[in-house]
Structure formats: C-alpha cells, structure tokens
C-alpha cells in the first residue's frame, strides 16, 4: 500500500466527518464574540466546520461549538455566524 501525502485534517463540529482543513472554515473566539475565520489566520480557540449553516447549526444543537470552547454560546452568536457565512458566500461565488 502507498502512502500518499495527505493535507491535514480536521473534523467538523457539526457533522463529525474529517476533511481537508481547506474545505472547512474556522470559528475562531475572539474577544467581540465568536468570527468566521475566512482567513485561516485569527488568533484564538477556533473549530472547524463545513462551510454551510446545516453544520453550524448541527455544532449548536449538538452544543460542539459550545464543548470544544468551554463557553456558552446563545443563539445570537449563532445568528451573526449565519449573517457572517451568507455574506463569505456572496463574495466567493
Ligand atoms: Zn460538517
């Protein structure tokens, strides 16, 4: 078996699957609350999810976000990730 060089990967808090760490985005906490980090580069406790608003949601209802940063998060946060990801959407496309 060959071994090939794989990208590193990181699981989605919301649908648990592994991906390419490219293929998600970063939720990054950061002192005005939580940010999508479209940049890969903010500091701060950050997790992984896919980028669509069926796998944020799923990280809150499973409470993923709230586990992997051991904080609470209300769904006005939630709100302005949805808000964050409409608008990161409009710009890629
Ligand atoms: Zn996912």
């Known amino acids: 078996m060959t071994k090939t060089k794989r990208a590193p990967q990181r699981t989605c808090v919301g649908c648990n699957v592994s991906k390419d760490k490219k293929d998600l985005i970063r939720i990054v906490d950061t002192e005005e609350g939580l940010r999508l ?5 903010m500091n701060g406790r950050g997790v992984y999810v896919c980028p669509n608003k069926e796998c944020i949601a799923l990280a809150q209802k499973k409470n993923g976000i709230k586990r992997s940063l051991k904080k609470n998060i209300d769904n006005e946060e939630i709100s302005a990730l949805f808000e964050e990801l409409t608008a990161y959407e409009k710009e890629s496309v």
């Open 37 to 41: 980090d479209v940049t890969g580069k």
